[in-house]
């Protein structure tokens, strides 16, 4: 079945560790996404790509950095400069230039601080 | 820059009972579309229904039904005969054709009580 799978599920940073987070689709989606999820909140948008080796920066794209190397692979780095990195981290693909398509999402990893 | 405000925090309602929760957005494109995600406790983002913004007809998918008002730029969402299982946050979102970049609203936190 196809989908996108984001790992780990959970995950702990300690104090001045870079951590990154996976997300992998096997949709044949273009574009990908990065939000960030803060408790009873909505969805911010981190960064994004829309072809591979390009990526634009999301609204909240400080202390963040993302690749897109292949297709299917788009992983975030949260670095030691993102100071309240705590919150559920979401990826999204879908067409690009194919507006009546809508986001399809993974199940989210959790990042907490030691 | 597109907006999109939803502006009940949390709403209620009885099983068995019709809710209708609000969603208005603010574009400057004529042709756009509009989403609505369920977000059950699990946090996956499920897509309930989508609405083009050309088409006049509302969109129904079962129990889902939007009421779409272009003039207005309104795109609530009406769930009728709502089950223990409708519980959930609710994002209304749009897509920017100019970006592609989907803007996602605050969320209303439906509670259904038995």
């Known amino acids: 079945d196809g989908g996108i799978t984001q790992s780990p599920k959970y995950l702990f940073r300690k104090e001045g560790q870079n951590v990154t987070l996976s997300c992998e689709q096997n949709?044949?989606?273009?574009?990908m996404y990065w939000y960030r999820q803060d408790p009873g909140q909505g969805l911010r948008l981190i960064y994004y790509?829309?072809?591979?080796?390009?990526?634009q920066k999301g609204d909240i794209a400080e202390g963040y950095s993302v690749s897109r190397e292949k297709k299917e692979s788009f992983p975030l780095t949260v670095t030691s400069a993102q100071k309240n990195p705590t919150a559920f981290y979401l990826c999204?693909?879908?067409?690009?230039?194919?507006?009546?398509?809508?986001?399809?999402f993974g199940d989210g990893t959790r990042l907490s601080i030691l | 820059a597109q907006t999109v405000t939803q502006s009940q925090p949390e709403m209620s309602v009885q099983e068995a009972e019709t809710v209708t929760l609000s969603c208005t957005y603010d574009?400057?494109?004529?042709?756009?579309?509009l989403f609505w995600y369920k977000q059950p406790p699990s946090r996956q983002m499920i897509l309930v229904i989508r609405?083009?913004?050309?088409?006049?007809q509302n969109a129904t998918e079962n129990r889902f039904s939007v009421n779409f008002q272009k003039a207005a730029k309104s795109f609530s969402l009406k769930i009728s005969d709502s089950q223990l299982g409708d519980a959930a946050m609710y994002f209304c979102?749009?897509?920017?054709?100019?970006?592609?970049?989907?803007?996602f609203g605050t969320g209303t936190r439906l509670k259904v009580l038995a």
């Open positions: 609405q083009e913004a050309y088409k006049q």
């Open positions: 574009t400057s494109e004529s042709d756009y579309y």
């Open positions: 949709l044949n989606h273009d574009a």
């Open positions: 999204a693909s879908s067409f690009y230039r194919d507006s009546n398509q809508p986001q399809h």
């Open positions: 979102a749009s897509l920017d054709s100019g970006t592609y970049k989907y803007i």
């Open positions: 790509s829309q072809i591979v080796n390009d990526f």
